[in-house]
């Protein structure tokens, strides 16, 4: 997707009427000097929900959930930062500016995106009728219907094949009349060599957006050297992260059922839709995603998790349950070994199931779901010592948005170790798991774990936590701040945090006074910081911003000189060097004392 100006994006973003954005979802009463209203993430009979309309911020007191109203947009709607953008400038009547053109006139981009999907879906049908009607492609035809995929599925997904000549295409297209440049943009061919095609003796896997449109392609290597899946890199049409395979061809099922079935890969989607379940998709490479969660939970309010059943799929399992979690999807978990006899070989996955045992076997296996806590407890009781058991659950009860939820989880972790619950929470608060496993994190039990090995301290807001959030959400102070005061003055590691962030945005921009801060937000990694600073903005901590930042200063600046001077005392009683030395380390101290002086007075 095309990205907006920065100078756009920061006029839309200080030019939005927050409290108007947030009244088209909710309604909102002004008491107090702030407006309320009653939080559309949980469910509460008195306001708690606060908008600040300056920072364009917006706080629950109830729920704790907080950001920006880009954010609120994005929460609300289940869509992309572009998009909330977009609706944004709706509202608004605030135009964006692509690095293209206009918001308001996207013909040369809409343009070039119209060619692309025209010519991916050329090549489409290309690469389906040299798997289906020629002899190069006999092999890799063969390759699948042995693995039980039968002719309606493989036009269905409309499967083709690569042909080993890496320069064919190029030439084909040539011949079709597209040019040099444009090819070259198309993602279809290598960089270092134009004409060399990206995907070659490769069985191909159109990857398609919700609307049917082809966006990019999966290969899977049949026979030679090199990895065995390749997708296409991301680019302005394509971000793996963000797609899911086989959505399109799913979609209408999952409107109609709510649920759909997660799988590992492509494979994997077409065996179940052999056997008859047309509800299943798969991410694309890489763990599942927020962004993949969210967009799903636009129509599903159940996925029924069906990944491999080996050590790797099982890690897998762990973080697509809290990440489902998280973003308010329930889960169940396909379990194969309770479907199959313990004494044959278990199947790996449903292409497995379906090349095996056949369709009707894979059919009957999903009906097999445990629900996602209970599949966990029942793998926490691997761990011999109670604490590392439940310390394994501790993950999942941090990806839960519901606090009743939480509660019962917790009342089932005490009867099945026989704790008690107060003992439970109390560890769950103290070890503080804010973060649940993302993609190239380690397996999640060691993970947790390790965490609470660590001892990870609960989060504590010193008195520099709070000058750098004042400084955060009001950064027109920032250069002013740097100019007397450094990083390693400050002894809060979170405070150093915030300053770095401050710093590689005044690097970048050399004009904080000109961004508004809810554009630093999204920049926090760490959630407690970030709700930190929602939290007492909304409180009115950081209020006289100018007043609170100064007497900071001046306390960090009186710190910084204390520290200096015992450090002379400690060398003026010891230092051996003569009288020299000692003259000039007491007219050093003196010159402290005299700007310890006037920090008092000021």
């Not at 692509?98 to 060619?115: A, N, P, V």
């Not at 499967?159 to 040019?179: C, I, N, Q, T, V």
């Not at 390749?230 to 963000?242: A, C, H, P, Y």
Request: glycine share 6%; hydrophobic share 40%.
């Amino acid at each position: 997707m095309a990205r907006f100006t920065e100078a756009s994006k920061h006029a839309l973003i200080e030019g939005i009427d927050a409290i108007a954005v947030v009244q088209e979802y909710l309604r909102l009463e002004k008491k107090s000097g702030r407006y309320w209203g009653l939080c559309p993430f949980h469910h509460e009979k008195t306001p708690s929900f606060t908008v600040d309309p300056d920072k364009k911020t917006y706080y629950c007191f109830g729920c704790n959930k907080g950001g920006s109203i880009v954010g609120l947009v994005m929460d609300i709607e289940k869509v992309s930062f572009p998009e909330a953008m977009e609706t944004l400038s709706k509202l608004s009547g605030i135009p964006l500016i692509y690095e293209s053109g206009f918001y308001g006139e996207k013909k040369e981009l809409e343009k070039k995106t119209e060619e692309l999907t025209e010519l991916f879906k050329r090549v489409t049908t290309s690469f389906h009728h040299i798997l289906m009607k020629t002899r190069e492609g006999e092999k890799a035809k063969q390759y699948i219907m042995d693995r039980g995929i039968g002719i309606e599925t493989i036009e269905h997904f409309c499967l083709g094949f690569a042909p080993a000549d890496r320069y064919w295409l190029h030439k084909f297209l040539s011949e079709k009349g597209f040019s040099e440049e444009f090819l070259g943009h198309s993602g279809l061919f290598s960089r270092r060599f134009p004409k060399s095609a990206f995907f070659s003796n490769r069985l191909i896997f159109p990857i398609a957006d919700k609307n049917g449109k082809i966006i990019a392609f999966g290969g899977r290597l049949l026979e030679g050297e090199g990895p065995k899946y390749l997708n296409s890199s991301d680019s302005e049409l394509f971000k793996k992260g963000r797609t899911i395979f086989a959505l399109d061809s799913a979609l209408q099922e999952i409107r109609r059922t709510k649920e759909v079935y997660l799988t590992e890969g492509y494979m994997d989607v077409l065996a179940l839709y052999q056997g008859g379940i047309h509800n299943a998709v798969a991410p694309l490479g890489t763990a599942f995603t927020d962004d993949q969660a969210k967009l799903l939970h636009r129509w599903a309010e159940k996925v029924c998790i069906f990944l491999d059943n080996d050590e790797a799929g099982q890690t897998a399992v762990y973080k697509t349950i809290v990440c489902c979690k998280r973003n308010k999807l329930n889960c169940v978990i396909v379990d194969i070994g309770v479907y199959f006899d313990q004494k044959t070989e278990i199947p790996k996955d449903p292409a497995e199931i379906l090349q095996k045992f056949g369709p009707e076997a894979l059919k009957n296996c999903v009906k097999k779901c445990i629900f996602d806590f209970d599949f966990l407890l029942s793998r926490s009781r691997a761990f011999r010592e109670k604490s590392k058991a439940v310390a394994f659950l501790f993950p999942y009860l941090d990806a839960l948005v519901s606090e009743v939820e939480k509660d019962e989880c917790i009342k089932a972790i005490s009867e099945a170790f026989e704790l008690d619950r107060q003992s439970i929470w109390e560890d769950y608060k103290r070890t503080i798991v804010t973060k649940a496993p993302h993609e190239g994190s380690e397996h999640p039990v060691s993970t947790a774990l390790e965490i609470i090995k660590k001892g990870k301290r609960p989060f504590r807001a010193e008195y520099e936590l709070y000058l750098l959030g004042a400084v955060f959400v009001n950064p027109v102070f920032f250069k002013k701040f740097r100019s007397s005061i450094l990083p390693e003055d400050l002894e809060d590691a979170n405070a150093r945090e915030l300053y770095f962030i401050l710093e590689e945005w005044f690097r970048e921009n050399t004009a904080l006074e000109t961004i508004v801060s809810l554009e630093l937000l999204d920049h926090i990694q760490d959630k407690d910081i970030r709700d930190f600073i929602l939290r007492q903005e909304a409180l009115g901590s950081f209020a006289n911003p100018e007043k609170l930042i100064n007497d900071g200063m001046k306390k960090i600046s009186a710190k910084i000189l204390e520290k200096h001077r015992k450090n002379l005392i400690r060398e003026l009683r010891n230092t051996t060097e003569g009288i020299r030395r000692q003259t000039d380390l007491l007219a050093e101290k003196v010159y402290i004392d005299e700007e310890l002086s006037k920090l008092r007075c000021q």
